[in-house]
């Protein structure tokens, strides 16, 4: 995602661990009360679109389809918390590291203060 002026520019990568021979893909949007359907073909599994502020949170579904079945996914809000670089949604995910860095350095300390306790009470 890249912000140009009040533009915001993003790449959008649908894909699936199946054998992508036989697979087609429809991209959707839904803003308000509006929906179409923006790409319907065989090899469409990236899309590169532009976005004025009025369109930073729409909804984009993937549509990955064969014969037999059908998969979708959808992302909302694509950069409505844009900062520059990186979508809340990124930012969140590196919160996520750091509180579970945080845990795994408290539980290490409570392990070793019980493994000292233990042997103060041995020797």
């Known amino acids: 995602m890249k912000k140009d002026g009040e533009w915001c ?17 429809i991209w959707n949007y839904k803003h308000g009360n509006s929906s179409s359907t923006i790409l319907h073909n065989k090899t469409g599994d990236t899309i590169k679109m532009s976005l004025q502020p009025e369109s930073w949170d729409m ?8 014969p037999v079945d059908r998969k979708n996914v959808s992302v909302q809000k694509i950069c409505r918390d844009y900062d520059g670089n990186k979508t809340a949604a990124a930012i969140r995910g590196r919160n996520h590291y750091v ?13 070793y203060l019980v493994k000292i306790k233990k042997k103060q009470r041995k020797g």
């Open 9 to 25: 520019n993003v790449t959008l990568h649908c894909s699936t661990s199946t054998n992508t021979s036989a697979l087609s893909y």
């Open 99 to 111: 509180l579970s860095l945080v845990v795994l350095v408290v539980l290490g300390a409570v392990w």
């Open 59 to 66: 909804e984009i579904m993937c549509i990955v389809h064969n």
